[in-house]
């Protein structure tokens, strides 16, 4: 297992109150694997991308829980330690590329200062001007990886030069460059045309089985995770609800949240009509005690409004709700 | 509605002197015509120009070249008081929701506005706008919030009631869903199918997801580079789809059925510059299938019956 998020809570202090963006989350993610996180418009899917990263803005705290990445506590690790394994061991893939990149300087630049900063074997070298050749060498090779045609001109270019699908191929790039064992993708691909998108996604295939690293895939897409990952977990009002096989959860749904959300979806494959959720989402400020979907679930018992579930296994399946603890 | 020929080219300027030095070519000799009552979808990816297309035919933008002809009269060039008419009867719902409602004026004062400046309902603009609410699926009590006061969905119905204010006949929907969540997306596509049952609107729907489009259009356009690549009746193009670049897009869609296997179409290269002179086919960069004569001259098109056209020296 290469990360375990365990009872992960996070708040954010604002002048509307506390707002209890993550209230527990569990999953966990095993080397080599894609995990779909999936979830609507305040979910807290981006909330626990930035905790795992530990790059939660300044009103915001994790209140308890663990999140081990290959053993180690990333909760426990001061900044200097979190600085060595961000963008080193965990990498990250931001929606868009655009502000990601810096746009006065050229994508050489940006790709060197990251491999100088973090690359072991350039570190290694003693003279600047050998280091910068190498590095240059080496980012020229991942601009290859990434089909990119001549990366050397590439390489000279602003950003505003390139376009969105090039863009997240440079950060592609450079995410695959420091050998990560973690990428998380934050909705990596959701700025781009879908026939990039499908390019994009088939060179991060291509990439991950040649390196063997693992994607944590947060996207509100659940077709990109139907087609790309192997588990999913389905997130609401800052909880992991449905969390197994991809296979499983998505023919079979047990939470009538993930129901809900199936059944919501336009269809090209199927002539299914789509049913909206009835409702939103719980306001992160006064949160229900009992389960954050009770107002929008159509099987409501009582005891759903008193108390959240606890998490039941079915058929290999986690999934936190009333309906199946009873059983 | 009938739009011939529609072409748009905007001028970039450069130097101290602000020449034009060189055009964007956006749209390039589109043709295609809506019927009353009938919804069609146009779809391409950013940049193929489709959001030009509605813009042109609202009259946001003043073509380069063809006319536009609505109810049979030719409104390419209407100007002044004749222009502010034909607005009431072609409206447009923009992409983001957020960005199209001012965040200082509540919903009353948004819908009062728009009736006022066309001096309609004078005097019982009130009872009016609580009437386009209820149409949309609100009620009173959402007269007096303030946008950031409302949920996406209900932002997006605020913008639609809008739209209707003035009664129009063609509405030219600009991603209606593009900044919904998918629990919500189908609720909106409801409404506007319901509407349009009601009062025989027509719509103009533009939008890069094809699942929108098949759920509530009946005919659907193709996009890319400004030009037409295919035109047919929605089913027909989903089962058959004939240009290289709908089969691409439509393999491209993810589908939320992990038991489902497809072969992908994975297209090589980029979407073409726009600021590049069209030289034959827009397309011959990407296509796998491309032959001499698709770099030479501009592919014709072919009509394959039932209204299905297509623009692809393949099919020649």
């Known amino acids: ?327 | 509605m009938e739009v011939q020929n529609l072409t748009k080219h905007f001028p970039i300027l450069g130097g101290i002197l602000q020449r034009t030095v060189g055009y964007v070519y956006a749209v390039n000799g589109v043709n295609f015509s809506i019927n009353k009552g009938e919804t069609c979808g146009l779809v391409g990816e950013s940049g193929s120009g489709k959001t030009t297309v509605g813009k042109l035919i609202v009259k946001l933008l003043e073509p380069t070249k063809g006319k536009i002809f609505f109810e049979k009269n030719d409104v390419t060039n209407l100007k002044g008081s004749d222009l502010k008419l034909y607005r009431r009867s072609v409206q447009m719902v923009f992409q983001d929701p957020y960005a199209s409602l001012n965040p200082r004026m509540t919903v009353k004062d948004m819908l009062v506005e728009v009736m006022r400046s066309h001096k309609i309902y004078e005097g019982s603009e009130y009872e009016y706008a609580i009437k386009l609410l209820e149409r949309v699926g609100m009620s009173e009590e959402h007269l007096y919030r303030y946008p950031h006061e409302l949920s996406g969905g209900q932002r997006q119905r605020v913008v639609i009631a809008r739209a209707l204010c003035l009664d129009p006949k063609f509405i030219v929907l600009d991603e209606p869903t593009a900044s919904l969540d998918v629990s919500v997306q189908a609720q909106i596509l409801d409404l506007l199918k319901e509407l349009q049952e009601k009062y025989n609107y027509s719509y103009l729907l533009i939008t890069h997801n094809l699942a929108v489009v098949k759920y509530i259009s009946k005919k659907i356009i193709v996009m890319y580079r400004g030009i037409v690549v295919e035109k047919a009746e929605t089913n027909d193009l989903f089962k058959e789809p004939q240009h290289p670049y709908t089969i691409s897009l439509l393999s491209a869609i993810p589908v939320p059925d992990p038991t489902l296997v497809r072969k992908k179409i994975i297209l090589k290269g980029e979407p073409p510059d726009p600021i590049e002179p069209i030289k034959a086919c827009p397309f011959q960069d990407r296509c796998p299938y491309v032959m001499a004569i698709c770099k030479e001259k501009s592919p014709p098109e072919i009509d394959l019956g039932k209204g299905h056209i297509v623009k692809c020296w393949l099919k020649a």
Do not use: W
Not at chain 1, 120 to 136: G, N, S, T, W, Y
Not at chain 1, 174 to 188: G, V, W
């Open chain 1, 1 to 327: 297992m290469l990360l375990k998020v365990e009872n992960l809570k996070v708040e954010f202090y604002t002048y509307r109150g506390v707002v209890h963006a993550l209230n527990g989350v569990n999953f966990h993610l095993d080397k080599g694997e894609i995990l779909g996180l999936a979830g609507e418009t305040g979910s807290g899917k981006s909330v626990t991308s930035l905790a795992i990263q530990k790059l939660l803005p300044p009103n915001a705290k994790i209140i308890s829980g663990k999140i081990l990445f290959d053993g180690i506590d990333l909760v426990e690790l001061n900044e200097d330690e979190m600085r060595k394994i961000r963008g080193k061991r965990i990498a990250t893939i931001f929606q868009d590329p655009h502000t990601y990149l810096n746009p006065v300087f050229r994508i050489e630049k940006q790709f060197i200062d990251v491999l100088l900063a973090h690359d072991p074997d350039i570190k290694k070298v003693e003279l600047k001007k050998e280091r910068e050749k190498l590095a240059r060498a080496k980012a020229i090779e991942m601009l290859k990886m990434v089909s990119m045609p001549a990366p050397e001109r590439i390489l000279k270019m602003f950003p505003h030069e390139l376009s969105g699908g090039m863009k997240q191929r440079v950060l592609l790039a450079l995410a695959f460059s420091l050998n990560p064992d973690l990428i998380i993708a934050d909705e990596a691909t959701t700025a781009l045309d879908v026939t990039i998108q499908s390019q994009i996604l088939d060179i991060m295939e291509k990439l991950r089985r040649g390196k063997n690293v693992s994607i944590l895939f947060i996207t509100h897409d659940l077709g990109l995770i139907a087609e790309n990952c192997q588990r999913i977990a389905i997130m609401y009002g800052g909880r992991v609800v449905e969390f197994g096989d991809v296979k499983k959860v998505l023919t079979n749904p047990l939470h009538p949240y993930t129901q809900g959300l199936i059944n919501a979806l336009l269809r090209i494959d199927k002539d299914i009509k789509p049913v909206s959720i009835p409702g939103t989402v719980p306001d992160l400020v006064n949160l229900p005690l009992g389960c954050p979907f009770y107002s929008r679930c159509a099987y409501a018992l009582d005891e759903c409004n008193k108390s959240f579930p606890e998490p039941v296994i079915v058929d290999g399946v986690r999934v936190n709700c009333h309906l199946f603890a009873r059983k």
